[in-house]
């Protein structure tokens, strides 16, 4: 088959062409949580109508869940409300549900890949942006608006026109401390915020084929900060490794029949853009936007992209070079860098080490099981005896819609998706960064190359 790995897919899911460049297009695996699925359901049973695939429906909670003490009743009247929504609708329309305390909890984009659920050539949609993520596996995942959760949970199609398609090469070889994030940034400063504006990308090259999935997952997920519809990466050996630990029964004809889904050569894609990996070193945010990254030993003017407005919300000054600046608070975590990968890459750095006296460190695990894989492993330990709070998973300080608010003022390097303002909590300034970075500006208590930690 020729073309490339998007067409192909899409192609596989239309149910019918509607008008010219919109198709009915067949979803098999929606994701929902508590915040985006209320509404939705709220029209299906104002209709009468039940879930017309319950089992291709998978729910979870983790943005609202707190990650103290989740045995306890959760104290935000809001969040528990939601909880206790999202409970009663899966209960009523027989989905099934991995509730605040299942083996199985955790942020939605987390928990689909571990589990075995988001599969090679999949349609997969959820009420959240970074639905992205699961692109790692050679999907179409794509985040959508409450009224389309509603249409998909009535009919299991979308109306939707078909994007445009868009190649990022990244060839050569990463340089010392360069992580999945840090490519993901300096991929987003070259483009800015809209530069992917109604394509799907297709991550390609010698960076993404050396990968991990986690680190592919990392890339995916940040897509969105482009612009982009949606990220993926094309299905090889790594994709069928990863997917035979989860399941049982891989047939050499179902890995066959995703592998022929991959971009053929002669594939055209409307746009194709080519970056050298030696180029890129550790990142960091500068501004309130996520293309506003720099060189983590660069002056804040190596950027075009910031404005007035967002360096003085930050408190930053155009010609600072931030290495050495004080911060406040540091949080691990996110469906961008909650998995194992991200924490053991966080020991090495703080194992036989202590954090800042000043700084606050809250790591946060994607899911129950990348928090229990953690404890085996003995990282959470490391974590303790270097002052880090080891916490229960869920969304938490990416998006401060529970306890887990960064304070006023505060100043935190992140290694979630978005640092816009007040994201973390109001009035909180936020810098993002990969989870190496992140643990070196931790334990130094300021922002801190992290290559000076690595061996």
Same mark, same amino acid.
């Given at each position: 088959?020729?073309?490339?790995?998007?067409?192909?897919?899409?192609?596989?899911?239309?149910?019918?062409?509607?008008?010219?460049?919109?198709?009915?297009?067949?979803?098999?695996?929606?994701?929902?949580?508590?915040?985006?699925?209320?509404?939705?359901?709220?029209?299906?049973?104002?209709?009468?109508?039940?879930?017309?695939?319950?089992?291709?429906?998978?729910?979870?909670?983790?943005?609202?869940?707190?990650?103290?003490?989740?045995?306890?009743?959760?104290?935000?009247?809001?969040?528990?409300?939601?909880?206790?929504?999202?409970?009663?609708?899966?209960?009523?329309?027989?989905?099934?549900?991995?509730?605040?305390?299942?083996?199985?909890?955790?942020?939605?984009?987390?928990?689909?890949?571990?589990?075995?659920?988001?599969?090679?050539?999949?349609?997969?949609?959820?009420?959240? @942006?970074?639905?992205? *993520?699961? %692109? =790692?596996? +050679?999907?179409?995942?794509?985040?959508? /608006? #409450?009224?389309?959760?509603?249409?998909?949970?009535?009919?299991?199609?979308?109306?939707?026109?078909?994007?445009?398609?868009?190649?990022?090469?990244?060839?050569?070889?990463?340089?010392?401390?360069?992580?999945?994030?840090?490519?993901?940034?300096?991929?987003? @400063?070259?483009?800015? *915020?809209? %530069? =992917?504006? +109604?394509?799907?990308?297709?991550?390609? /090259? #010698?960076?993404?084929?050396?990968?991990?999935?986690?680190?592919?997952?990392?890339?995916?997920?940040?897509?969105?900060?482009?612009?982009?519809?949606?990220?993926?990466?094309?299905?090889?050996?790594?994709?069928?490794?990863?997917?035979?630990?989860?399941?049982?029964?891989?047939?050499?004809?179902?890995?066959?029949?995703?592998?022929?889904?991959?971009?053929?050569?002669?594939?055209?894609?409307?746009?194709?853009?080519?970056?050298?990996?030696?180029?890129?070193?550790?990142?960091?945010?500068?501004?309130?936007?996520?293309?506003?990254?720099?060189?983590?030993?660069?002056?804040?003017?190596?950027?075009?992209?910031?404005?007035?407005?967002?360096?003085?919300?930050?408190?930053?000054?155009?010609?600072?070079?931030?290495?050495?600046?004080?911060?406040?608070?540091?949080?691990?975590?996110?469906?961008?860098?909650?998995?194992?990968?991200?924490?053991?890459?966080?020991?090495?750095?703080?194992?036989?080490?202590?954090?800042?006296?000043?700084?606050?460190?809250?790591?946060?695990?994607?899911?129950?099981?990348?928090?229990?894989?953690?404890?085996?492993?003995?990282?959470?330990?490391?974590?303790?005896?270097?002052?880090?709070?080891?916490?229960?998973?869920?969304?938490?300080?990416?998006?401060?819609?529970?306890?887990?608010?960064?304070?006023?003022?505060?100043?935190?390097?992140?290694?979630?998706?978005?640092?816009?303002?007040?994201?973390?909590?109001?009035?909180?300034?936020?810098?993002?960064?990969?989870?190496?970075?992140?643990?070196?500006?931790?334990?130094?208590?300021?922002?801190?190359?992290?290559?000076?930690?690595?061996?």
């Amino acid at each position: 088959m020729s073309g490339t790995i998007i067409d192909k897919i899409w192609d596989q899911h239309v149910v019918k062409a509607v008008t010219e460049g919109v198709d009915a297009l067949y979803i098999d695996t929606h994701y929902i949580h508590e915040v985006t699925s209320p509404q939705a359901f709220t029209g299906l049973n104002d209709r009468g109508q039940k879930v017309f695939r319950p089992k291709q429906t998978i729910a979870t909670a983790d943005h609202n869940v707190p990650t103290v003490d989740q045995h306890l009743t959760i104290k935000n009247e809001l969040s528990l409300n939601q909880v206790n929504t999202l409970i009663k609708n899966c209960v009523d329309h027989n989905i099934e549900l991995f509730g605040i305390g299942h083996e199985k909890n955790g942020i939605v984009h987390v928990i689909g890949p571990e589990n075995g659920l988001t599969l090679p050539g999949m349609t997969i949609v959820c009420g959240d @942006s970074h639905t992205s *993520t699961h %692109g =790692a596996f +050679g999907t179409i995942a794509f985040g959508i /608006g #409450t009224s389309q959760v509603e249409h998909v949970l009535s009919t299991q199609c979308l109306l939707l026109g078909r994007p445009k398609t868009m190649r990022i090469e990244v060839n050569g070889k990463l340089g010392k401390g360069v992580e999945a994030k840090d490519v993901a940034l300096y991929i987003i @400063s070259q483009l800015g *915020t809209e %530069g =992917a504006t +109604g394509h799907f990308v297709e991550f390609a /090259g #010698t960076v993404f084929e050396n990968f991990s999935m986690e680190e592919r997952m990392t890339v995916c997920n940040m897509s969105i900060e482009m612009g982009a519809k949606g990220g993926l990466v094309g299905i090889d050996q790594t994709t069928i490794d990863y997917i035979k630990k989860r399941i049982d029964h891989l047939s050499d004809k179902k890995i066959k029949s995703w592998k022929l889904l991959n971009s053929s050569s002669d594939a055209c894609f409307d746009q194709v853009i080519e970056l050298e990996a030696s180029t890129i070193t550790p990142m960091i945010t500068t501004g309130t936007s996520p293309d506003t990254g720099i060189n983590i030993t660069s002056n804040v003017n190596s950027t075009s992209r910031n404005s007035d407005k967002g360096l003085n919300y930050m408190q930053i000054e155009k010609n600072e070079v931030l290495i050495g600046k004080s911060i406040d608070y540091v949080f691990i975590g996110s469906c961008t860098n909650g998995r194992i990968e991200d924490l053991r890459k966080v020991a090495e750095i703080a194992k036989h080490r202590k954090k800042a006296d000043h700084v606050t460190v809250w790591i946060v695990p994607g899911s129950n099981q990348v928090r229990n894989q953690a404890i085996a492993e003995g990282l959470d330990v490391i974590f303790k005896d270097a002052g880090f709070e080891f916490r229960e998973p869920g969304c938490s300080a990416c998006l401060a819609m529970n306890e887990d608010k960064i304070p006023s003022g505060a100043l935190c390097i992140s290694t979630s998706n978005r640092n816009f303002e007040g994201r973390q909590g109001d009035g909180a300034r936020t810098i993002l960064a990969s989870p190496i970075t992140a643990a070196a500006a931790a334990i130094k208590g300021e922002i801190t190359d992290p290559r000076t930690y690595l061996n």
